[in-house]
């Protein structure tokens, strides 16, 4: 009996043990949601409609005139610190703990020094530069850029899709958002307006996705959007909003970017809502961000899209992307757009690791909150002790896993084949082939 009643308390204790380590991780990420609040990156970075508009009034011909509102990062940077006095969990836990603040604290430094060249400084810190290298610590984001630029090269003049892309308004686009976004989250459903001013043709929150009134979008548009803004984007939100102990993973913050913009991006590529000219938009966005650092002012950077789209506006908003909160004159861009095609690498191969040693178990856990690919240990841990709650909202692919593991599973096997020596023998074959008419000339 007295061995049965060590058993108990010891059974006890560690329940115990178990409820303060609870308490004082959802202490510590209430405290750094808190600190997040006010670092809204995108929102402190945006240009007033009036910005456009006087741009294409002066002939496009001036640098555009941009006047940020005051940002103050004091009470981000207080709270970063009375946060930090409370990681007093397992090192594992700390250690992400601390990774957060720092993306915090670094996040409101770079809103305050807007317009000045330590912006640059600390948008490097924060999301990278093109010319850092990936995990396969050789190839960097700039080459994966230019390589995919040459190749798209090669595909222009042709017209690859059966049917000529049919133009959809932001009208149309919104009310397909709103049937999806229901069908898919019922009364969590965040709500689709149309506005005048954004950075991109889109902008997904969890209570409410944004549509640029009057940008074009083709019907390959409205598939992208969904997949990416409403099933990633707001169900990532959605998921951590509704994790009672772990209120960071409802946070958007820069540490997270990457991940969550590369399974956004991947999202649209498992789908088969992916095309080339979604792809070489996420290519051009690296090589302009290149450019800026290069010293190329933002009416360079301009007149190159204008070049490679021909559409002013869109010229513009695509510009724009690059040099929110740098200098405009060069030299200090905003670098978090290169991280679309980075996350997307990280994503894959992690994706593909993880169904070639059979831990598909895994899939779900990406989907938790707004988190960092390398973080999931730490989520994983917290979800097995039930800290973290399993996601309810999942992509369809996600959801339904048998295409994705199929995929995942022929993609492992090709990265097995040598393509140097089955590209010398195919393309001795093509050089024998005329090339071909397009049959709808």
Not at 66 to 82: C, N
Not at 349 to 372: E, I, Q, Y
Request: proline share 4%; glycine share 6%.
């Amino acid at each position: 009996m007295r061995f049965r009643g060590a058993f108990l308390n010891l059974t006890r204790y560690d329940t115990m043990s178990e409820n303060r380590e609870t308490l004082r991780i959802r202490n510590a990420c209430g405290l750094l949601s808190q600190a997040s609040r006010s670092v809204r990156i995108l929102t402190h970075l945006s240009w007033p409609v009036q910005v456009r508009e006087r741009f294409f009034a002066d002939k496009e011909k001036e640098l555009p005139r941009v006047v940020y509102s005051e940002f103050d990062p004091s009470d981000a940077l207080e709270r970063v610190v009375l946060a930090r006095a409370s990681f007093k969990c397992e090192q594992i836990v700390n250690e992400w703990l601390h990774i957060s603040a720092f993306n915090i604290e670094t996040a409101a430094k770079m809103l305050a020094a807007r317009g000045t060249p330590d912006f640059f400084r600390y948008s490097a810190e924060l999301y990278g530069l093109p010319h850092d290298l990936l995990s396969d610590h050789e190839n960097s984001t700039l080459q994966l850029a230019m390589q995919f630029d040459s190749t798209f090269e090669k595909f222009e003049g042709m017209e690859l899709a059966g049917l000529d892309d049919s133009i959809v308004t932001a009208s149309e686009v919104a009310s397909a958002i709103r049937l999806e976004v229901q069908k898919a989250f019922g009364e969590k459903a965040p709500k689709v307006s149309l506005v005048d001013d954004l950075s991109a043709n889109a902008l997904a929150g969890p209570s409410r996705i944004r549509i640029r009134r009057g940008a074009v979008f083709t019907d390959r548009d409205v598939q992208q959007l969904i997949h990416h803004e409403a099933h990633v984007h707001v169900g990532t939100w959605l998921n951590g909003l509704a994790q009672p102990n772990v209120s960071i993973l409802a946070a958007s913050r820069p540490g997270t970017t990457a991940t969550q913009e590369g399974l956004a991006v991947f999202s649209e590529f498992i789908t088969g809502s992916m095309d080339l000219n979604r792809f070489r938009r996420l290519a051009d966005r690296v090589i302009a961000i290149q450019m800026a650092i290069d010293g190329a002012d933002f009416l360079d950077v301009y007149r190159f899209y204008l070049e490679r789209i021909g559409d002013r506006e869109q010229a513009f908003e695509n510009a724009r992307r690059v040099f929110r909160g740098g200098l405009l004159s060069g030299g200090s861009p905003f670098t978090k757009d290169i991280l679309y095609l980075e996350g997307l690498l990280k994503v894959h191969n992690f994706l593909r690791t993880m169904v070639s040693v059979g831990r598909a178990d895994c899939l779900r856990l990406l989907f938790c909150g707004k988190l960092d690919l390398e973080n999931l240990p730490v989520v994983g841990i917290l979800a097995s002790r039930g800290i973290c709650h399993p996601p309810k909202f999942l992509p369809p692919w996600a959801k339904d896993m048998r295409f994705l593991l199929c995929y995942l599973t022929y993609s492992s096997f090709l990265n097995k084949i040598d393509l140097a020596q089955v590209k010398v023998h195919y393309e001795q074959m093509l050089q024998a082939i005329p090339r071909q008419a397009d049959p709808r000339n």
